[in-house]
Nanobody, 118 residues
Framework: QVQLLESGGGLVQAGGSLRLSCAAS????????MGWYRQAPGNQRELVAI???????NYADSVKGRFTISRDNNKNTVYLQMNSLQPEDTAVYYC????????????WGQGTQVTVSS
């Protein structure tokens, strides 16, 4: 069984920073793509950033230059450093990973709330 455990959300003022972490545990063979999505109330879940096993990254236009995704393969952990946060970044952030356990499948974290006050 594979689990993803997220941490690092919270309340921050506009212009502030937060760092999200997501650690995968359990019966893990390999991990290729890791990433973060977010969902604000009334909105669809949207991609924030992804990173592949070769450390290539891709970001939503709305977060480019402010957010940085990284991974520690030794710890099976993906991070999202969020700087210059704005109220429109308020959402529940979900990590996801494509993991080979008994087979390849996508796993999701439980979600962590990020609230940015103006």
């Amino acid at each position: 069984q594979v689990q993803l455990l997220e941490s690092g959300g919270g309340l921050v003022q506009a212009g502030g920073s937060l760092r999200l972490s997501c650690a995968a545990s359990g019966s893990i063979g390999s991990i290729n793509v890791m990433g973060w999505y977010r969902q604000a109330p009334g909105n669809q879940r949207e991609l924030v950033a992804i990173i592949n096993s070769g450390a290539s990254t891709n970001y939503a236009d709305s977060v480019k230059g402010r957010f940085t995704i990284s991974r520690d393969n030794n710890k099976n952990t993906v991070y999202l450093q969020m700087n210059s946060l704005q109220p429109e970044d308020t959402a529940v952030y979900y990590c996801y990973c494509n993991i080979q356990s008994t087979r390849w499948r996508t796993y999701w974290g439980q979600g962590t709330q990020v609230t940015v006050s103006s």
